[in-house]
């Protein structure tokens, strides 16, 4: 009997590429696994009309943890025209199964490390240690949105005494998206990040919110971090509005360690600090809380890239490595890290965006050679 159950999502376009080469590095290290393949994707959105089929989700559920490719997002329009006819004008929605998975799992937080590889060609600056972690299922991608803008809904928000000035827009000439923060899922977010640079040693957690414009919901993300914060004396609490904070990552990155912060926000401050160290080749995350962990690279689809064994698995193989250290195999996470620490810094193998040649498979190869 394995030790282990694995969700297997490659989903669309070159993750199955960069999922394939994870699977060499995996098998390097000998994990003694059963991958379980599970349908994710735009080719089931556009036969199935669901992205997300619930047989995925109910598959997820018999898994430790899950290792997932790549997905295909479209508008709402282009989503619904490409639609198999006979599911078109039904009303269906698209909605990105990869909220949809932190939504129905309670993966409240995204964590997504981004340390610069020595010899990294791609790096802003050397030295550069951050983990993001980001609140993964309130905020502003909590999908609680209305256009157009009648009814009870706007009824509610022309009590407020700042809605007058949109007082005679149409309703169907408004949108209306809502930030929602809880102080459960503010402190489990927050408490996740002290515990994490308690662990690994991080002098200090910097929250990063809007506290002076968005009185009412950063303000409690941030009300929310120093209650949190006095339980951990050791550790010193940063606090930074996310305007001045993607300034200060530009000028001064080493000065940072662990960055907490809310959905949107995170979003952008995750993909800057992935920058930082090279770009989404190297950005892995996972999505982690009560129920099974999800583990991927951060980049998208590519579909221009797809089935030419181009791009740089090294994100995929990164998400693999946590996933590991989830599931408690942490030494063979550190032989992974090892191994790319290695194959970066020799700088024999490199891919088009590292500014080579070597292909995404070549690249799978090097890492599994090297643990």
């Known amino acids: 009997m394995t030790k282990h159950t694995l969700g297997w999502m490659p989903g669309d376009g070159v993750g199955n590429e960069v999922m394939a080469a994870a699977r060499d590095v995996l098998d390097a290290v000998g994990l003694d696994a059963e991958y379980?393949?599970?349908?994710?994707?735009?080719?089931?959105?556009?036969?199935?009309?669901?992205?997300?089929?619930?047989?995925?989700v109910e598959?997820?559920?018999?898994?430790?943890a899950a290792l997932f490719g790549a997905i295909t997002s479209k508008p709402k329009a282009e989503a619904e025209a490409e639609l198999t006819?006979?599911?078109?004008?039904?009303?269906?929605?698209?909605?990105s199964?990869?909220?949809?998975?932190?939504?129905?799992?309670d993966q409240y937080s995204n964590v997504r490390p981004c340390r610069a590889f020595e010899g990294n060609p791609l790096n802003y600056q050397d030295g550069i240690d951050l983990v993001v972690f980001r609140e993964n299922t309130e905020g502003m991608y909590g999908g609680v949105e209305w256009?157009?803008?009648?009814?009870?809904?706007?009824?509610?928000?022309?009590?407020?005494?700042?809605?007058?000035?949109?007082?005679?827009?149409p309703p169907e000439e408004m949108a209306f998206s809502s930030r929602i923060i809880t102080w459960k899922g503010a402190t489990r977010l927050i408490r996740a990040a002290f515990e994490y640079a308690k662990k690994h040693g991080y002098p200090t957690v910097t929250v990063v919110e809007k506290p002076n414009v968005?009185?009412?919901?950063?303000?409690?993300?941030?009300?929310?971090?120093?209650?949190?914060?006095?339980d951990y004396p050791d550790i010193e609490l940063w606090d930074t509005n996310i305007d001045a904070m993607v300034m200060w990552l530009v000028k001064n990155p080493q000065d940072y360690g662990v960055i907490a912060t809310s959905n949107l926000f995170g979003d952008v401050l995750s993909d800057l600090c992935a920058q930082l160290v090279g770009g989404l080749g190297f950005a892995a995350a996972g999505s982690i809380g009560e129920g099974i962990a999800v583990f991927e690279p951060t980049h998208g689809s590519a579909p221009k890239y797809d089935g030419q064994d181009k791009v740089n698995p090294l994100a995929c193989i990164l998400a693999a490595k946590?996933?590991?250290?989830?599931?408690?195999?942490?030494?063979m996470a550190n032989r992974v890290y090892a191994a790319v620490s290695q194959v970066v810094a020799a700088g024999e193998v490199r891919t088009y965006d590292m500014g080579g040649s070597a292909s995404c498979s070549a690249m799978g190869e090097a890492v599994a050679t090297a643990c």
């Open 36 to 56: 379980v393949p599970l349908d994710i994707g735009w080719d089931y959105w556009c036969s199935e009309g669901d992205a997300l089929p619930s047989r995925t």
């Open 59 to 64: 598959g997820l559920k018999s898994c430790d």
């Open 85 to 95: 006819p006979e599911l078109q004008g039904k009303g269906l929605i698209y909605r």
């Open 97 to 105: 199964p990869i909220v949809r998975m932190r939504q129905e799992f």
């Open 147 to 169: 256009s157009p803008v009648d009814g009870e809904i706007r009824a509610a928000l022309e009590t407020h005494p700042n809605f007058s000035r949109f007082a005679s827009t």
């Open 214 to 230: 968005l009185r009412e919901t950063s303000g409690m993300m941030m009300d929310a971090a120093r209650a949190v914060a006095a």
């Open 322 to 331: 946590m996933m590991l250290d989830h599931i408690g195999e942490g030494e």
